[in-house]
């Protein structure tokens, strides 16, 4: 039986961190991931990471997996795919199963960076045909690229419930409505502003009364909740849809500590079962380490830095590094984890009652149930005196750890400063060029470019684009409302892409000058002709 | 802690525990249930094979066993109201070799002579009984009145039934120590109280020996370790109770349809655990390669589930089953080595009557707890 | 850890509610009347729940209803869900063919 240096389970951005700071210290590793392709929930993220350079913001979530596979490889890492370790037992053994036979190896450390999986929530008829987790239909789409299907419905507004619908949007689907039994929103403003100026509605407060139909999903019924999740009679609502796309959160897979042992802890805090670890992911068990959603729900960037610091542990564990080195490296990549643990949807500010921004805006409500700033809320967070010229208009108004804005602008139009949670603050001492480049950087797509001065009546809005096929120039459609709904004619008068922009393309509207504080996508009209 | 005294107290939630407390209740006596872990029926009540069977065992334990099968288990459903899942189809024993059938007929006579309706078969007629067995069987011990069970149902079950005729369980109450008072058990001293009756029975599995010697008891018994294995639910293929010569595995086709199957590895006396019984990373494999050598036809199911248990094995592997004179109003039924499931419910009907009445319709001699000697 | 749990203890009786019909565990079909009703039978842990009514034995394992169970248990017996303990897991963590976990090389040696 082969013995490793160091055992990894799971090829997600945890495992593969982990695998890269161990390489780098010597060591002798071998990863092992039951799927086809490497890189865990990486390859289904089309959309851009946030937080800072560091972080990989900007960079869309699978070539972050294939930035991190590149490294691993390179480093000499083993990383062996359609190997399920289906057993961690006495002695630190695992049973790998690869093809069709069971291998038995040793590792004189394991890190299991297995990840989460989908949470359900019953209800009546969640036992047809249509009814599938949020995670899956982003599989579905990004992965094998099939549509889950025609007219969704999305039950949870955390970040996956927002993010997927934005996906299944640009898949052409049509996704009717999206539910939580939450008084707002769980996920960021921005993601749920790109899905609402879409048109899409939410209905916070409510939650799925019934999903029925013949064999399959055809029908919907939500209805009202109140502050105890009990529905108040007569404010049903129906929707004909086909799909119910389940979006309530995730739980970790922690199966193969508790069966090694491990001390385990059920923190809902956490998403459930997890081990109980130290800061640094290791387990009451020397040298078995966590990292990743297996210790916790969190998200890509945070698995990242995790799976480093058990990379780190495991080495300085194995002797591969000085107990020196390890504080140095550890005290690094904690203060670059805590950077990403501030603002208002820090794991520490939960459950907390936000009303201000850090900078002492109150926050917008609208945002938080109804998925888009009002026009109060645009006013309160925007500076009043009017810019000349094209400028940059920042619709972000929350405060999430975040800066590639501030990184795209080559005049330094954009302000961030060192705290990256702060709010994006235009200069206005400085002078826009109309690049772009921080419309497209932005990853929460909350920048757009306004030119009020293109005529004395026309005002130019350019925005981020990321739906196929591309509009073309001199296209006539409408620009709609934060909300979605149709503001006024709307021209294309430009759409550029770049490589520049990784895929996200800037669509340049002609509108009407009055609709200029308001018009902030472009729908196309179907043409007839 | 209940204010009352209890009739007896019951050292024990499995099904041996259970049973007993059950038909202690039937009887009009109070009992509590004390079950050191958090669950009802834990240990090896929860991880057999599910075996419900008179072949195969030593002559000392037939009668009981057999009058379990005559009197208990056939009306066990609707006495506890509750689907045990019992199927009486039989026991087929197989052999591969000549070795193999020469153990089974030394097993078959010593039970004929017990008035077993047990015989041996050839290779003809045991695949008229099972066609999926493998070309390797040559032979077969058939006992048609044994067969299998649900352990988890039945076990639950007697909770249940105990439960609703007002048996006190107390899940989570460790005991580590026995005391008498006066000359007469008296005290049953947990981790957490002292609780006091004047009749204790001791049916704790591997367990029992430490809270036994604490009032000067021995159980001589040590742990080894099973391991067990389940299948996703396949299509119906034979209804019998399985084993082999050498007992290297065993199981039998649920209701449900999976497959439960129990083995060894060999290095059993030799295995240790992390806290709890844990599979070893080479105990389902083995038990796999032994299936599929009798069943070729499983050999693409899926297992769903490994998992393993201690068998307290006596010294001379058959069960504890009496009254400790030398600690009046004590009574012990433990060291079941690996087969109590199938006698589990008869050897608590027997304690219960022993208990209450001072006679158990069987007689249980042959399982009195100061039977060791030495071998000269 | 141990901690004392009295099965006499006064829960209630089993009412029963519009949703019992609901299906939870759907590997099973075991439905949330049933595990109720099971509650009621004595059954108050997730464990207990599992080998009495088979919620949690399918292919899945529980991964889809372990949670929801746990939450029904906890319902009925009027506790927090953080007091009940998860469902033990075992290998293997994805089901597996029988004939490809008995074939192992377990005697190779590393230097051959």
């Known amino acids: 039986m082969k013995r490793y240096d160091l055992i990894i389970v799971g090829a997600g951005p945890a495992g593969l961190s982990a695998a890269i700071e161990a390489a780098k210290k010597g060591l002798h590793v071998v990863v092992f991931d039951e799927n086809l392709r490497p890189g865990g929930q990486l390859f289904k993220q089309i959309h851009k990471f946030f937080g ?172 009202a909740v109140d502050s105890s999740f009990t529905l108040i009679p007569e404010t049903e609502k129906t929707f004909t849809v086909d799909t119910i796309c389940v979006a309530v959160g995730l739980s970790p897979m922690s199966q193969l500590f508790k069966m090694a042992g491990c001390k385990m802890d059920d923190n809902p805090k956490k998403g459930g079962q997890v081990p109980v670890c130290n800061e640094w992911g290791e387990t009451s068990i020397k040298g078995i380490f966590a990292a990743g959603d297996v210790a916790g729900i969190e998200e890509a960037s945070s698995a990242m830095i995790e799976g480093k610091m058990a990379g780190v542990c495991a080495s300085e564990y194995l002797g591969y590094c000085s107990s020196a080195e390890q504080a140095k490296d550890l005290e690094n990549m904690a203060k670059d984890l805590d950077s990403l643990r501030q603002g208002m949807f820090a794991i520490k500010n939960r459950g907390k009652k936000i009303e201000t921004t850090m900078e002492g805006i109150p926050i917008s409500t609208n945002l938080l149930k109804k998925g888009f700033l009002s026009d109060a809320d645009i006013k309160r967070f925007s500076p009043t005196k009017k810019i000349a010229g094209v400028h940059p208009v920042i619709e972000c108004t929350q405060n999430i750890p975040c800066n590639p804005c501030q990184d795209a602008c080559v005049r330094h139009c954009i302000k961030i400063g060192k705290d990256i949670t702060a709010l994006p603050v235009v200069d206005t001492t400085k002078t826009c060029m109309g690049c772009g480049l921080c419309v497209a ?31 073309q120039k001199g296209e006539k459609g409408k620009a709609t409302t934060r909300s979605g709904e149709i503001l006024c004619d709307a021209e294309v008068i430009s759409v550029k892409t770049s490589k520049a922009y990784d895929h996200t393309a800037l669509l340049t509207m002609k509108v009407p000058l009055a609709m200029s504080e308001k018009a902030r996508f472009f729908k196309k009209v179907k043409s007839y002709a | 802690m209940k204010e009352t005294k209890p009739d007896v107290i019951v050292i024990g939630g499995g099904i041996v525990g259970n049973s007993s407390a059950y038909y202690l209740a039937k009887r009009g006596l109070s009992v509590l249930v004390l079950e050191g872990s958090d669950f009802i029926g834990n240990g090896g009540s929860s991880r057999n094979g599910g075996g419900v069977r008179q072949s195969g065992r030593d002559p000392r334990e037939l009668p009981l066993v057999m009058w379990g099968i005559q009197n208990i288990w ?58 999926y067995l493998s070309d390797e069987v040559i032979g077969a011990s058939w006992c048609p009145t044994d067969g299998h069970a649900n352990p988890l149902t039945t076990t639950l079950g007697y909770y249940k039934a105990a439960r609703a005729l007002g048996v006190h369980f107390i899940t989570g109450e460790k005991v580590v120590e026995l005391k008498k008072v006066k000359g007469k058990i008296h005290q049953v001293i947990t981790e957490n109280t002292t609780y006091t009756a004047d009749c204790v029975l001791l049916a704790a599995g591997y367990e029992s020996r430490a809270i036994a010697k604490t009032i000067g008891i021995n159980i001589p018994v040590r742990k080894l370790k099973i391991e067990c294995l389940v299948t996703e639910i396949q299509p119906r293929m034979f209804e019998q109770m399985l084993g082999t010569a050498e007992a290297d595995f065993y199981g039998h086709q649920s209701k449900h349809g999976s497959f439960v199957f129990g083995g060894s590895t060999g290095l059993e006396p030799y295995e240790t655990d992390n806290g709890t019984p844990i599979s070893s990373s080479i ?53 079941f080595s690996g087969h109590g499931f199938g006698i589990g419910p008869a050897a608590g009907y027997n304690m219960a009557e022993l208990i209450a009445t001072g006679e158990s319709p069987v007689d249980l001699t042959p399982l009195r707890y100061n039977r060791f000697k030495a071998k000269i | 850890m141990h901690s004392i749990n009295d099965r006499n203890k006064e829960i209630g009786k089993f009412i029963p509610a519009a949703d019992d019909d609901l299906i939870i565990c759907r590997c099973e079909e075991i439905t949330k009347g049933e595990i109720r009703k099971a509650v009621h039978d004595g059954m108050f842990t997730v464990t207990e729940m599992r080998r009495y009514l088979r919620c949690g034995m399918g292919l899945c394992q529980g991964q889809t209803c372990a949670k929801l169970t746990k939450n029904i248990i906890a319902r009925e017996l009027n506790v927090s869900p953080s007091t009940l303990e998860p469902a033990t897991s075992r290998s293997p963590m994805r089901p597996i063919e029988m004939k490809i976990l008995g074939k192992e090389e377990v005697n190779k040696n590393e230097r051959d």
């Not at chain 1, 879409?198 to 799925?208: D, E, K, R």
């Not at chain 1, 909350?446 to 001065?453: K, M, Q, R, S, Y």
């Not at chain 2, 589930?305 to 004590?330: H, N, S």
């Open chain 1, 52 to 223: 800072s350079k560091e972080h990989q913001a900007k960079v869309r979530g699978f070539n972050i997996g294939k930035k991190l596979l590149a490294e691993a490889t390179q480093l000499g890492v083993e990383v062996q795919l359609n190997a399920t370790v289906t057993g961690m037992y006495l002695d630190k053994e695992v049973i790998v199963k690869k093809g069709d036979e069971i291998f038995h190896f040793k590792g004189d450390a394991i890190i299991v960076a297995t990840g989460a999986s989908e949470n359900s929530v019953p209800f009546k008829g969640w036992t047809l045909p249509g009814v599938i987790g949020a995670g899956a239909a982003q599989t579905m789409m990004n992965l094998h690229g099939i549509k889950p299907g025609k007219k969704i419905l999305m039950l949870g507004s955390g970040n996956v419930g927002l993010v997927v619908s934005f996906q299944l949007l640009q898949a052409g689907c049509d996704v009717v409505a999206i539910v939580d039994a939450a008084p707002h929103i769980g996920g960021y403003g921005v993601h749920a502003a790109k899905v609402a100026r879409c048109g899409v509605p939410f209905y916070l407060s409510h939650t799925i009364q019934s999903v029925s139909g013949d064999e399959k999903v055809e029908k919907v019924v939500i209805g």
């Open chain 1, 441 to 471: 950087a932005c990853s929460g797509q909350a920048i757009f470019l306004v030119n009020e001065d293109f005529s004395s009546d026309y005002a130019l809005i350019t925005l981020p684009y990321e739906f196929l096929p591309l509009p």
């Open chain 2, 74 to 131: 056939p009306t066990l459903n609707s006495e506890l109201g509750v689907d045990v899942e019992y199927y009486q189809k039989g026991n087929l024993r197989l052999g591969k070799t000549a070795q193999h059938l020469k153990i089974l007929q030394n097993l078959t006579d010593k039970a004929v002579a017990c008035g077993l309706d047990v015989r041996m078969i050839d290779r003809d007629e045991v695949r008229k009984i099972n066609p």
């Open chain 2, 283 to 335: 105990g389902a494999p083995c038990i796999c390669r032994g299936i599929m050598k009798y069943f070729p036809a499983l050999s693409r199911a899926k297992i769903v589930r490994t998992w393993a248990g201690w068998v307290d094995e006596c010294a001379d592997k058959v069960a504890i089953i009496d009254k400790i004179d030398e600690v009046p109003g004590l009574f012990v039924s433990c060291g």
